[in-house]
T-cell receptor, first 115, second 110 residues
Protein backbone atom coordinates (compact mmCIF):
# COMPACT_ATOMS: atom_id res chain seq x y z
CA UNK A 1 0.00 0.00 0.00
CA UNK A 2 1.44 3.36 -0.97
CA UNK A 3 2.17 5.73 1.89
CA UNK A 4 1.31 9.38 2.27
CA UNK A 5 2.72 11.35 -0.65
CA UNK A 6 3.61 15.01 -0.39
CA UNK A 7 4.63 17.21 -3.28
CA UNK A 8 6.85 18.97 -3.87
CA UNK A 9 9.64 17.83 -1.52
CA UNK A 10 11.41 21.19 -1.63
CA UNK A 11 10.26 24.73 -2.35
CA UNK A 12 12.05 28.05 -2.33
CA UNK A 13 9.86 31.14 -2.35
CA UNK A 14 10.29 34.85 -1.83
CA UNK A 15 8.68 36.89 0.94
CA UNK A 16 5.22 38.05 -0.08
CA UNK A 17 4.57 35.21 -2.50
CA UNK A 18 2.06 32.45 -1.95
CA UNK A 19 2.55 28.69 -2.05
CA UNK A 20 0.40 25.58 -2.39
CA UNK A 21 1.45 22.22 -0.98
CA UNK A 22 -0.19 18.95 -1.90
CA UNK A 23 -0.84 15.76 0.02
CA UNK A 24 -2.22 12.41 -1.14
CA UNK A 25 -3.25 10.24 1.80
CA UNK A 26 -3.02 6.49 2.07
CA UNK A 27 -5.76 4.88 0.02
CA UNK A 28 -8.92 4.59 2.10
CA UNK A 29 -7.87 7.22 4.62
CA UNK A 30 -10.37 10.03 4.95
CA UNK A 31 -8.66 12.26 7.48
CA UNK A 32 -5.76 14.53 6.57
CA UNK A 33 -3.91 16.69 9.08
CA UNK A 34 -1.19 19.25 8.49
CA UNK A 35 1.68 20.16 10.80
CA UNK A 36 4.45 22.71 10.73
CA UNK A 37 7.80 21.51 12.08
CA UNK A 38 10.57 23.95 13.02
CA UNK A 39 13.64 23.51 15.23
CA UNK A 40 12.42 26.16 17.67
CA UNK A 41 8.73 25.32 17.94
CA UNK A 42 8.70 21.61 17.19
CA UNK A 43 5.55 20.15 15.67
CA UNK A 44 2.61 22.52 15.56
CA UNK A 45 -0.85 21.50 14.42
CA UNK A 46 -2.30 23.51 11.54
CA UNK A 47 -5.62 21.85 10.70
CA UNK A 48 -7.41 18.59 10.07
CA UNK A 49 -9.83 17.73 7.31
CA UNK A 50 -12.23 14.82 7.28
CA UNK A 51 -14.60 14.12 4.41
CA UNK A 52 -13.87 17.55 2.88
CA UNK A 53 -14.74 19.40 6.11
CA UNK A 54 -12.29 21.15 8.39
CA UNK A 55 -12.68 19.44 11.76
CA UNK A 56 -9.99 21.13 13.83
CA UNK A 57 -7.79 24.15 13.45
CA UNK A 58 -4.60 25.15 15.22
CA UNK A 59 -3.48 28.57 16.27
CA UNK A 60 -2.16 29.93 12.98
CA UNK A 61 -3.05 33.15 11.17
CA UNK A 62 -5.57 33.22 8.37
CA UNK A 63 -2.75 33.25 5.81
CA UNK A 64 -2.67 29.49 6.31
CA UNK A 65 -5.58 27.70 4.70
CA UNK A 66 -6.38 24.29 3.39
CA UNK A 67 -8.93 22.18 1.66
CA UNK A 68 -9.73 18.56 0.98
CA UNK A 69 -11.13 17.10 -2.18
CA UNK A 70 -13.66 14.32 -2.64
CA UNK A 71 -10.85 11.80 -3.23
CA UNK A 72 -9.37 12.81 0.19
CA UNK A 73 -6.37 14.55 -1.36
CA UNK A 74 -5.59 17.77 0.43
CA UNK A 75 -3.87 21.04 -0.34
CA UNK A 76 -2.48 23.64 1.98
CA UNK A 77 -2.00 27.24 0.94
CA UNK A 78 0.11 29.92 2.57
CA UNK A 79 -0.34 33.46 1.29
CA UNK A 80 1.88 36.51 1.79
CA UNK A 81 4.83 34.39 2.85
CA UNK A 82 7.02 35.56 5.72
CA UNK A 83 10.56 34.50 6.58
CA UNK A 84 9.19 32.74 9.67
CA UNK A 85 7.13 30.42 7.50
CA UNK A 86 10.29 28.53 6.56
CA UNK A 87 9.71 25.05 7.90
CA UNK A 88 9.06 21.42 7.14
CA UNK A 89 5.35 20.97 6.47
CA UNK A 90 4.10 17.51 7.28
CA UNK A 91 0.89 15.92 6.16
CA UNK A 92 -0.58 12.97 8.02
CA UNK A 93 -3.50 10.74 7.18
CA UNK A 94 -5.72 8.48 9.23
CA UNK A 95 -8.56 6.14 8.34
CA UNK A 96 -10.92 7.98 10.68
CA UNK A 97 -11.24 11.39 12.13
CA UNK A 98 -8.58 11.95 14.78
CA UNK A 99 -11.47 12.21 17.21
CA UNK A 100 -11.23 8.45 17.46
CA UNK A 101 -7.56 8.71 18.47
CA UNK A 102 -6.39 6.51 15.59
CA UNK A 103 -2.68 6.82 14.74
CA UNK A 104 -1.41 9.32 12.22
CA UNK A 105 0.58 8.19 9.18
CA UNK A 106 2.98 10.88 8.02
CA UNK A 107 4.42 11.79 4.65
CA UNK A 108 8.04 12.84 4.21
CA UNK A 109 7.12 16.49 4.19
CA UNK A 110 7.66 19.55 2.04
CA UNK A 111 10.66 21.67 3.00
CA UNK A 112 9.68 25.32 2.41
CA UNK A 113 12.36 27.99 2.44
CA UNK A 114 11.30 31.64 2.30
CA UNK A 115 13.98 34.14 1.30
CA UNK B 1 -4.94 21.59 28.94
CA UNK B 2 -3.14 18.80 27.16
CA UNK B 3 0.63 18.65 26.85
CA UNK B 4 3.55 16.27 26.51
CA UNK B 5 6.96 16.69 28.12
CA UNK B 6 9.88 14.55 27.10
CA UNK B 7 13.47 14.51 28.16
CA UNK B 8 15.86 16.91 26.54
CA UNK B 9 18.44 15.56 24.18
CA UNK B 10 20.64 14.89 22.55
CA UNK B 11 21.30 11.40 23.87
CA UNK B 12 24.42 9.53 22.80
CA UNK B 13 24.80 5.83 23.55
CA UNK B 14 27.16 3.06 22.60
CA UNK B 15 25.82 0.15 20.59
CA UNK B 16 24.07 -2.47 22.78
CA UNK B 17 23.45 0.01 25.60
CA UNK B 18 20.08 0.29 27.34
CA UNK B 19 17.86 3.17 26.26
CA UNK B 20 15.26 5.10 28.23
CA UNK B 21 13.59 8.24 26.96
CA UNK B 22 11.26 9.77 29.51
CA UNK B 23 7.86 11.10 28.59
CA UNK B 24 5.16 12.52 30.85
CA UNK B 25 1.82 13.94 29.85
CA UNK B 26 -1.03 16.10 31.02
CA UNK B 27 -4.48 15.36 29.69
CA UNK B 28 -8.01 16.39 30.50
CA UNK B 29 -9.62 13.23 29.12
CA UNK B 30 -8.56 9.65 28.40
CA UNK B 31 -5.83 9.97 25.81
CA UNK B 32 -4.14 7.46 23.59
CA UNK B 33 -0.35 7.61 23.73
CA UNK B 34 2.17 7.14 20.94
CA UNK B 35 5.85 7.10 20.17
CA UNK B 36 6.95 8.25 16.74
CA UNK B 37 10.42 8.12 15.20
CA UNK B 38 11.84 10.49 12.60
CA UNK B 39 14.89 9.58 10.51
CA UNK B 40 16.85 12.32 8.73
CA UNK B 41 15.01 13.74 5.75
CA UNK B 42 11.84 11.80 6.47
CA UNK B 43 8.49 12.26 8.13
CA UNK B 44 7.43 10.70 11.41
CA UNK B 45 6.79 6.98 11.58
CA UNK B 46 4.59 5.36 14.19
CA UNK B 47 6.77 3.25 16.48
CA UNK B 48 4.24 2.04 19.04
CA UNK B 49 1.01 3.00 20.75
CA UNK B 50 -1.12 2.34 23.83
CA UNK B 51 -4.76 3.23 24.15
CA UNK B 52 -5.53 2.73 27.83
CA UNK B 53 -3.91 2.53 31.24
CA UNK B 54 -1.49 -0.38 31.78
CA UNK B 55 -1.34 -1.13 28.05
CA UNK B 56 2.15 -1.92 26.82
CA UNK B 57 3.06 -0.95 23.29
CA UNK B 58 5.97 -2.71 21.63
CA UNK B 59 7.68 -2.79 18.25
CA UNK B 60 11.20 -3.52 16.93
CA UNK B 61 12.50 -4.14 20.46
CA UNK B 62 11.11 -0.86 21.80
CA UNK B 63 8.54 -0.86 24.60
CA UNK B 64 6.49 1.68 26.53
CA UNK B 65 3.84 1.20 29.21
CA UNK B 66 0.92 3.58 29.72
CA UNK B 67 1.13 4.54 33.41
CA UNK B 68 -1.90 6.54 34.47
CA UNK B 69 -0.80 6.88 38.08
CA UNK B 70 2.44 8.62 37.09
CA UNK B 71 1.10 10.05 33.79
CA UNK B 72 4.10 8.61 32.01
CA UNK B 73 4.89 6.68 28.83
CA UNK B 74 8.64 6.12 28.90
CA UNK B 75 10.30 4.52 25.87
CA UNK B 76 12.79 1.71 26.51
CA UNK B 77 14.97 -0.61 24.48
CA UNK B 78 17.31 -3.19 25.92
CA UNK B 79 20.06 -3.04 23.33
CA UNK B 80 20.27 -0.16 20.85
CA UNK B 81 21.79 -0.39 17.39
CA UNK B 82 23.41 2.23 15.18
CA UNK B 83 20.31 2.07 12.97
CA UNK B 84 18.21 3.36 15.91
CA UNK B 85 19.82 6.79 15.57
CA UNK B 86 16.91 9.16 14.99
CA UNK B 87 14.65 11.67 16.71
CA UNK B 88 11.93 10.21 18.92
CA UNK B 89 8.64 11.98 19.64
CA UNK B 90 6.17 11.18 22.36
CA UNK B 91 2.58 12.17 21.55
CA UNK B 92 -0.91 11.99 22.92
CA UNK B 93 -4.26 12.10 21.21
CA UNK B 94 -7.26 13.35 23.15
CA UNK B 95 -10.67 14.44 21.91
CA UNK B 96 -9.62 14.88 18.32
CA UNK B 97 -6.23 16.53 18.48
CA UNK B 98 -2.65 15.35 18.71
CA UNK B 99 -0.04 16.90 20.99
CA UNK B 100 3.65 16.18 20.43
CA UNK B 101 6.67 16.48 22.65
CA UNK B 102 9.67 18.43 21.42
CA UNK B 103 11.56 15.32 20.36
CA UNK B 104 14.67 13.60 21.69
CA UNK B 105 17.61 13.09 19.37
CA UNK B 106 19.37 9.75 19.81
CA UNK B 107 22.78 8.93 18.36
CA UNK B 108 24.15 5.42 18.73
CA UNK B 109 27.86 5.01 18.17
CA UNK B 110 29.53 1.72 17.22
Amino acid sequence: KAGVTQTPRYLIKTRGQQVTLSCSPISGHRSVSWYQQTPGQGLQFLFEYFSETQRNKGNFPGRFSGRQFSNSRSEMNVSTLELGDSALYLCASSPFSTGLNSPLHFGNGTRLTVT
Amino acid sequence: GNSVTQMEGPVTLSEEAFLTINCTYTATGYPSLFWYVQYPGEGLQLLLKATKADDKGSNKGFEATYRKETTSFHLEKGSVQVSDSAVYFCALSDSGQFYFGTGTSLTVIP
